[in-house]
């Protein structure tokens, strides 16, 4: 069983930034493949990045490329969302996810846990 607690989250103007984090209970989070997802209201939850177990591989939405960068801190159980120049359509709740696997994993079921969400809300 993995916990995973979303931080970081809040209300920021178009063209700023935040960093979200995620902490993991499981001591073997290094095995572990992370992502991040979101979800506005009326809308599917969609994939926002993921990265692999040791951080060397990630992968974007189209929608992020270029502004949204995941990083992980295994010695700290975390992961990281650094978020720049945001736009209100990044609006959503966002939650991250592991999966006990090696490689990126961009699809949400192929998650095992997740997290409870963050809210991130640009305003324009």
């Known amino acids: 069983q993995v916990q995973l607690v979303e931080s970081g989250g809040g209300l920021v103007q178009a063209g700023g930034s935040l960093r979200l984090s995620c902490a993991a209970s499981?001591?073997?989070?290094?095995?572990?493949?992370m992502g991040w997802f979101r979800q506005a209201p009326g809308k599917e939850r969609e994939f926002v990045a993921g990265?692999?177990?040791?951080?060397?591989?990630?992968a974007y939405a189209d929608s992020v490329k270029g502004r949204f960068t995941i990083s992980r801190d295994n010695a700290k159980n975390t992961i990281y969302l650094e978020m720049n120049s945001l736009k209100p359509e990044d609006t959503a709740v966002y939650y991250c996810?592991?999966?006990?696997?090696?490689?990126?994993?961009?699809?949400?079921?192929?998650?095992?846990?997740w997290g409870q969400g963050t809210q991130v809300t640009v305003s324009s």
């Open positions: 990265i692999n177990w040791s951080g060397g591989t990630t």
């Open positions: 996810a592991a999966k006990s696997t090696t490689s990126v994993v961009v699809t949400a079921r192929g998650y095992d846990y």
């Open positions: 499981r001591r073997t989070f290094s095995s572990y493949a």
